[in-house]
């Protein structure tokens, strides 16, 4: 294989992580402010949505375009009625229902990573990979959800009812999609004229905001792991190294999935490692938001430790460059 799987490390954005996890760790006491990690936030995805618009108004909408954004949309399906199947017998039916949630869902700063990854390798990618990115935030929402009430009305238990109004405005309209897909538009109507105009904005600083983002994110990690080890309600729960097998096995299975598909569905080196680390990645903003609206009886120690503690360092870590070489090895070995 041409990538070494140790080959992220001397990325200047993971590197940054792992400094705001050991920070954390050791507590230093450094933290970010959170109106400064908001902002932070909110430039990346901007500046993802916007640079993804721009390389989609380049592009007409073909046949190519269509297959890999379906395939995104079914990703989210399956994987939250898989992660649900799973689940279900092994945890309380809400913690179940959460975590399919969180794992069918995506994780934009993953996604931001991994394209960043790409463009320093001069991997081309599709602008549309990220209408793909935020087409799957809600599938997952909404199936864990409807998961959760059919079981509970199967069990003729008494629950709080789900606001579907609520429900769809969280899932379809909540703030990281919406400037995404907001961005993505005005992006694909300015075209690169647009970009000429805030590209000093949109490129200059994105490698320097994404290392202070991921410094953040090392911080808030570190402290969301000792809720990893809570047990659950009503004796039941798999907690600590039990869901620990989840968090790791689980993404590296999704993955696989989707490099299958892609290669059956001949996307190109860059699609291919994007739809792989969307399918791997598990939400930790549009999910966890739209559960204390909707779920409140989830336990956010279990569902935010495993998907911001564990999995989101994997990824960064380890799953990039790895789903990388496993596009290769597929490319190479099973040529279409």
């Keep these: 294989m041409e990538i070494s799987f140790l080959s992220n490390l001397t990325s200047p954005p993971l590197l940054f992580f792992i400094l705001g996890t050991v920070a954390t760790l050791v507590r230093t006491g450094l933290e970010i402010p959170p109106q400064v ?16 618009g721009v390389a989609l108004s380049a592009n007409e909408i073909d046949t190519y375009l269509l297959k890999s954004l379906l395939t995104a949309v079914l990703l989210a399906i399956v994987v939250p009625l898989l992660a649900f199947l799973l689940l279900r017998n092994r945890l309380p039916v ?23 990854y790409l463009d320093t390798r001069d991997i081309i990618w599709s602008g549309h990979m990220v209408a793909a990115m935020a087409l799957m935030e809600s599938p997952a929402i909404i199936v864990g959800l409807g998961l959760y009430r059919l079981h509970q009305v199967r ?35 300015s075209g690169a004229e647009g970009m000429a105009q805030i590209s000093p904005l949109i490129v200059g600083l994105f490698s320097g905001v994404l290392c202070l983002f991921l410094l953040d994110m090392g911080i808030v990690a570190a402290r969301r792991l000792p809720g990893l080890f809570e047990r659950q309600e009503n004796g039941k729960g798999v907690f600590g190294y039990g869901m620990l097998v989840f968090a790791l096995g689980f993404p590296l299975f999704n993955a696989s999935v989707a490099l299958v598909l892609a290669h059956l569905l001949g996307l190109n080196e860059g699609d291919s490692l994007l739809l792989a680390v969307l399918a791997a990645s ?15 009886e989830a336990n956010p120690g279990l569902y935010l430790s495993l998907s911001l503690g564990v999995t989101f360092p994997f990824n960064i870590i380890v799953g990039i460059p790895l789903y990388h070489s496993l596009t290769r090895f597929l490319n190479q070995g099973f040529p279409l």
Excluded at 94 to 116: I, K
Aim: glycine share 6%; net charge neutral.
């Design 94 to 116: 809400q913690d179940a229902a959460a975590l399919a949630a969180t794992y069918g869902s995506v994780s934009a700063v993953t996604f931001v990573t991994c394209t960043s």
């Design 282 to 296: 598990a939400s930790y903003i549009a999910v966890p938001a739209a559960l204390r609206l909707s779920l409140p």
């Design 37 to 52: 990690a908001r902002f932070l936030s909110l430039y990346l995805l901007f500046a993802i949505g916007f640079k993804g």
């Design 155 to 189: 069990q003729n238990n008494q629950t709080t009812e789900i606001s579907v109004p609520a429900l769809l405005h969280e899932s379809f309209l909540n703030g990281s999609v919406f400037l995404v897909m907001g961005s993505m538009a005005i992006g694909w109507i």
